[in-house]
């Protein structure tokens, strides 16, 4: 199969002299997001997410297991992400490629490194049982900036999350009810972490946020800020690419913090609807 | 967007699923995605079947593209070699096009193409056994509108669509080019490229194509007016 190779040297032109001239391809501002889509069920913890043609979609799971040794009153959080073919048609099977690696390691650090969740409320029994966590993200379709809907599908999946009650009968004995039984109890969510990604042109004198596909591909380089709703800047990362000046990473932090109010007031809309 | 009037949509098929046609008699032929079994007529992809005075077809929204001798692409240049070019046109291999295949090109005097470079061919062989072959060049010899495009902006979109852009009945192109000067080179490998001299313009025409896939006329007159006329 043919890898998917560099944009063709027309498009790059291209996009750049619209750039130049303030100009995106679906005519956004340079600070402006694509349209967002959070959509909820069927059932509690699953969400797929729509930034423009990106598709991400998200499942929270959980089961009961041993914790680790270190952290024996804590619960466990797994994230996987993993990029198929379907989304990604260049892809190299069987080996994780750069851009996984980073979107995995930045959710991880959004979501686990800043106790987004409440752990130390899934210990069951101490060193014995724990609930274990599991958010599966999906990538559906890719047009460009999948670590922000990456990231909002997570941490709306695990909002919207229910798992079950348990009680402890006896000394390692537990009983988990059914739904039925015993309402479903939601996670404890500390705050809600959001990536806004902005991408550099022409040695960092052009930016935009939320690239597409075709920017993602021209750009020099990126930033990843995630920011909480209480404008806390939870993770900066800035992996390669041209180097910025202080005002410029002050400027996006700005901007960052605008669009994360506008997304997070999206997530709590779309979840007391369901 | 309207379809040629001529076909008609039968019903969504489905791989595997024998596609009955006891109100066919005569002669009735074949198109892609559909074969025979034994004595009957079996779907081999997903996809809306077709029918065409007495020919039938699936119609599905794939974008990997299968070359056919004597179609136009517009392809990439990926890479350069001793002879010849390589060419993505998005199809299973890359595309070869040979230095002497343009049109005014000599062994000494060769149209300079560079790595990611559009150009706009036809193909002069192809095989499911060996790697495609382009030709900018007619069947005369001459260039014709062949060669590298310059400037402009491309479009990917499905092969149905595609076909469908190129029907001289698609309302669109009729659209813009009332009020744009549109240059334009449709591939069948699902690649248009254009180029209206203004960025405003090329953007314009590159979403109103793109969003008109699943709009009806009126639709798209109003959309295309409401962009364009003050």
Known sequence: MVKESEISTNERNFILSGLKEGIRLDNRDPEEFRPLKILFGPEHGRCEVRLGGTKVLAKVSCEVTRPYIDRSSEGILILNTELSPMAFP?????????????????????????????????????????????????????????????????????????????????????????????????LTIHHTPICVTFAFFENGDLWVVDPCLQEEQIRQGDMTITINENNEICVLSKAGGVPLSMDQIVQCSKIATSKVELITEQIRKALAAN | MKIDGNVEPIRVVLPGEPVLMETVSGNLGLGPGLSRAEDSIVCTKAGVLMKKKDSWFVESDEKRYIPVRGENVVGKVTGRMAEYYRVDIGSAHLAILSFLAIAGATKKNRLDLNIGDLVYARISSASRDIEPELECTDYEGKSKEYGKLKDGFLLKCSLRYCRRLMSPESPIWKLLRERINLEVAIGSNGRVWFNSGTTRHTILTYNAIKRSETMTDEECETMVSKELDF
Do not use: M, Y
Request: charged share 30%.
């Open chain 1, 90 to 186: 260049g892809l190299d099977s069987g080996r994780p490629s750069d851009e996984e690696i980073l979107v995995s390691r930045i959710l991880e650090k959004a979501l686990k490194r800043n106790h987004a969740i409440d752990l130390e409320g899934l210990c069951i029994i101490r060193e014995k049982k724990v609930w274990t966590i599991r958010v599966d993200v999906h990538f559906l379709d890719n047009d460009g900036n999948i670590i922000d809907a990456a990231c909002i599908a997570a941490i709306s999946a695990l909002s919207h999350f229910r798992r079950p009650d348990v009680t402890v009968t006896g000394d390692d004995n537990i009983t988990i009810h059914s739904f039925e039984q015993r309402n479903p109890i939601p």
